[in-house]
């Protein structure tokens, strides 16, 4: 099993920026793909931004409306993943839950994640 525990939301003003942290716990040797996803109210879940952890790993893959603002990174030594969050805008607004995999294959597809955080929420309003 692995935990994993979500920080760093919080509300900020259109352009601000805001750094989320995901923590991961017990048979982290076991994840093979982390991901951050998305979901506002009444809206589907939406893969934001994906990385291949480990040695070797460091893999990642983009939404095309996060790209060039978003930044995800991975501490192997702190088994933490982190998205950075930079230009904000008010349609960033959502619960943000980080995910692992324990399977090769990144996607940003939510069926085959094994392991999810609870949400850390993101509010972007003047």
């Known amino acids: 099993q692995v935990q994993l525990v979500e920080s760093g939301g919080g509300s900020v003003q259109p352009g601000g920026s805001l750094r989320l942290s995901c923590a991961a716990s017990g048979h982290t040797y076991s994840i093979r793909c982390l991901a951050w996803f998305r979901q506002a109210p009444e809206k589907e879940r939406e893969g934001v931004a994906t990385i291949t952890p480990g040695p070797g790993g460091g893999a990642t893959y983009y939404a095309d409306s996060v790209k060039g603002r978003f930044t995800i990174s991975h501490d192997n030594a702190k088994d933490t993943v982190y998205l950075q969050m930079n230009s904000l805008m008010p349609e960033d607004a959502a619960m943000y839950y980080c995910?692992?995999?324990?399977?090769?294959?990144?996607?940003?597809?939510?069926?085959?994640?094994?392991?999810w955080g609870q949400g850390t929420q993101v509010t972007v309003s003047s």
């Open positions: 995910a692992a995999r324990a399977a090769w294959g990144c996607t940003t597809h939510p069926t085959p994640y094994n392991f």
